[in-house]
């Protein structure tokens, strides 16, 4: 049974430049989750959807980030213009319906900007 | 808001010593308990997890009691191995929240 999708795994790209990351989660989630971790914040959640919509988006750090899901089965999550201190480890995570349901994690992308 | 902490890393145990790992939280409600462990260049994967007081989640040797007097749940494991090296990530959610996670304790285990 496939587990939640990510891709790129590594990005590595210059400063100003539009960075593109994307999901795919377990098939039957209805819930999708952006986290952001980092060694000084740890893990954040950046924003969350659920049947497609988003739902609560007030972990994006700025107007520089947007997210989309445009379908059940994908997910993005965008900066542009991207910076230096974007530099992190983003997770996306999916879960059945309900906020207490376990949630399955993706290995990430490990974001470097130069 | 619903809160967890969780005690402050790194330990660093002996191959078959005993593993503890504190965590309490803040909520309100009864919220759900959950703990999560992070392999090196892993995502998160749930480890275990109580729904209810006095609730024992167990997996892979690892347990945690769901103590509603004290708002804790501590993450216990009778004898560790090297393989268990890894981030492990108290979490709640009160239902009508999304996870609340702390911030993570290193666990390195040296043969």
């Known amino acids: 049974d496939a587990g939640v999708i990510q891709s790129p795994r590594h990005e590595v790209t210059e400063m100003g430049q539009e960075v593109t990351l994307r999901c795919k989660p377990i098939?039957?989630?209805?819930?999708l989750f952006w986290y952001r971790q980092t060694m000084m914040r740890g893990l954040e959640l950046l924003i969350y959807?659920?049947?497609?919509?988003?739902?609560?988006d007030s972990g994006m750090p700025e107007d520089r980030f947007s997210a989309k899901m445009p379908n059940a089965s994908f997910s993005t999550l965008k900066i542009q213009p991207s910076e230096p201190r974007d530099s992190a480890v983003y997770f996306c995570?999916?879960?059945?319906?309900?906020?207490?349901?376990?949630?399955?994690f993706g290995d990430g992308t490990r974001l470097s900007i130069l | 808001g619903d809160s967890v902490t969780q005690m402050e890393g790194p330990v660093t145990l002996s191959e078959e010593a005993f593993l503890t790992i504190n965590c309490t939280y803040t909520?309100?409600?009864?919220?759900?308990l959950f703990w999560y462990v992070q392999y090196p260049g892993e995502g998160l994967q749930l480890l275990l997890k109580?729904?209810?007081?006095?609730d024992k989640g167990s997996n892979k040797g690892f347990e945690a009691t769901y103590r509603k007097e004290t708002t804790s749940f501590h993450l216990e494991k009778g004898s560790v191995q090297v393989s268990d090296s890894a981030v492990y990530f108290c979490?709640?959610?009160?239902?009508?929240?999304?996870?609340?996670f702390g911030k993570g304790t290193r666990l390195s285990v040296i043969a």
């Open positions: 909520a309100t409600g009864y919220p759900s």
């Open positions: 995570a999916s879960s059945l319906t309900g906020l207490d349901q376990p949630q399955h």
């Open positions: 959807f659920n049947n497609n919509v988003p739902i609560d």
């Open positions: 979490a709640l959610s009160s239902g009508n929240t999304p996870l609340v």
């Open positions: 109580a729904t209810k007081a006095d």
């Open positions: 098939s039957g989630h209805n819930s």
